[in-house]
Each structure stands twice: as structure tokens, then as C-alpha cells.
């Protein structure tokens, strides 16, 4: 993990705040999968993700997150995607599971649509 790759998580009991910053991909989906799990064996059951500062994220992460979302579910808890970032937006978008996005501020859909693009 690069010194600007981090995860930032703040526990406080039945909720935790989670805030990444720089890539999230296949060498620290690991990492945020730990802490994310730490913070559920601490009582957390109300998790709030902020992804503003996130500049790449691969499969694996999406995995850990639609792994946590599926958790929370099965115990009446509750994620909240508040802030993504563009690049973030766009793999929800493109996956289909931007349902799981708190709605854009902006108010757009979805990431902007490339008319080059078929």
C-alpha cells in the first residue's frame, strides 16, 4: 500500500465512519476488509463510507463492499455510500450497483455518458 493509500475508520459503537483516500484495488482490499471486520466485532452496525478521495478502485473492493452491504443486511444494519468519488461513481454505475450510491448531490444519474463511446 502506498503511504497515500489509507483508510481511516472511526468506531463509535453502533456506528463507524470509514474514509479512504488514494486506490483501493487487489493489495489492500484486504486491509479494508480487516477493518471493516473490526468494526463489526466492536458493535458496529451502521457504517458510513466516504470514497471522495478514492482514485481507482478494482473488483476486489467492490467485493468488500457488496460483502459488507450483505452483513449489514442479514443484522437490520444499515451502509451509506455518503461521498464517491468520480472514478468511484463510474465502476458503480458501470456494475449496475450505483442503487447502492447515496443519491448525487449534483442531482446527475450517473456519470456523464460519452457519445464516442458504443
Keep these: 500500500m502506498d503511504q497515500s493509500d ?3 475508520v472511526r468506531i463509535s459503537p453502533p456506528r463507524a465512519y470509514v ?3 488514494g486506490e483501493l484495488d487487489f493489495v489492500n482490499a484486504p486491509r479494508l476488509d480487516d477493518q471493516l471486520s473490526a468494526a463489526i466485532a466492536a458493535g458496529c452496525t451502521n457504517f458510513s463510507l466516504d470514497f471522495s478521495d ?3 478502485c478494482d473488483a476486489s473492493t467492490i467485493g468488500v463492499i457488496v460483502s459488507l452491504d450483505r452483513t449489514l443486511r ?4 444499515s451502509l451509506d455510500i455518503v461521498e464517491v468519488s468520480d472514478q468511484v461513481r463510474r465502476v458503480f454505475y458501470v456494475l449496475g450497483l450505483d442503487n447502492m450510491l447515496s443519491p448525487d448531490p449534483t442531482g446527475a444519474d ?5 457519445p464516442s463511446i458504443s
Design 19 to 21: 474514509r479512504a483516500v
Design 110 to 114: 450517473g456519470p456523464e455518458e460519452n
Design 54 to 56: 478514492v482514485t481507482f
Design 74 to 77: 442479514a443484522t437490520n444494519g
Design 6 to 8: 489509507t483508510v481511516f
